[in-house]
């Protein structure tokens, strides 16, 4: 890992924007296997990259990573958020009786169908705020190599589900 410290200093940066708001359905297992109801958040972003300073003095540019983290959080507003690789929780795609693509998830003798549009299925196996935010930042340092930016040494992302009830992930 490269090292964050220049002399004396070490450097990050922190974005948490309005941008970075979105609002989603999900429901996670607890307690061994209960599954809660179905319900929705007005979730909050934020992250802070962690790295020695680039040739321009800064550890990520924040116009890009703004607008590349905007259009992450885009994907999951006003969506059904659902875990791929749960233990119990059953997603599969299907056609519906008129034609149009949904989305069946069983749980137990719990069963949801869902328009294929407005679910986003993600590879986690439970879709509770730490592993959203393990998603988010994985995204992020994927589009961010994609952009050709720089891999910041450390990357953590907080998703804030409920006024302070927040999950965090840290990518190194």
């Not at 979730?43 to 800064?58: C, G, S």
């Not at 006003?78 to 008129?98: A, D, F, N, W």
């Not at 995204?139 to 409920?162: G, I, S, W, Y």
Request: proline fraction near 5%.
């Amino acid at each position: 890992m490269a090292d964050l410290f220049e002399g004396d200093a070490a450097y990050a940066i922190r974005l948490g924007k309005q941008a970075f708001t979105f609002s989603a359905a999900h429901f996670i297992t607890y307690a061994g296997d209960t599954c809660e109801p179905l319900h929705g958040h007005n979730y909050r972003v934020a992250i802070e990259a962690e790295a020695p300073l680039d040739a321009n003095h800064y550890v990520l540019d924040f116009i890009a990573t703004r607008d590349t983290l905007a259009g992450i959080v885009r994907r999951l507003d006003h969506r059904m958020l659902l875990p791929t690789e749960h233990r119990t929780i059953r997603v599969q795609k299907s056609v519906g009786p008129t034609g149009g693509h949904e989305v069946v998830v069983t749980h137990g003798d719990r069963r949801w169908v869902f328009p294929a549009e407005d679910c986003v299925l993600l590879p986690v196996p439970n879709t509770t705020a730490e592993k959203l935010a393990e998603w988010i930042g994985k995204t992020l340092l994927q589009a961010l190599e994609q952009n050709d930016a720089p891999r910041p040494a450390r990357l953590t992302v907080e998703v804030d589900e409920c006024e302070g009830q927040i999950g965090r992930c840290r990518l190194g």
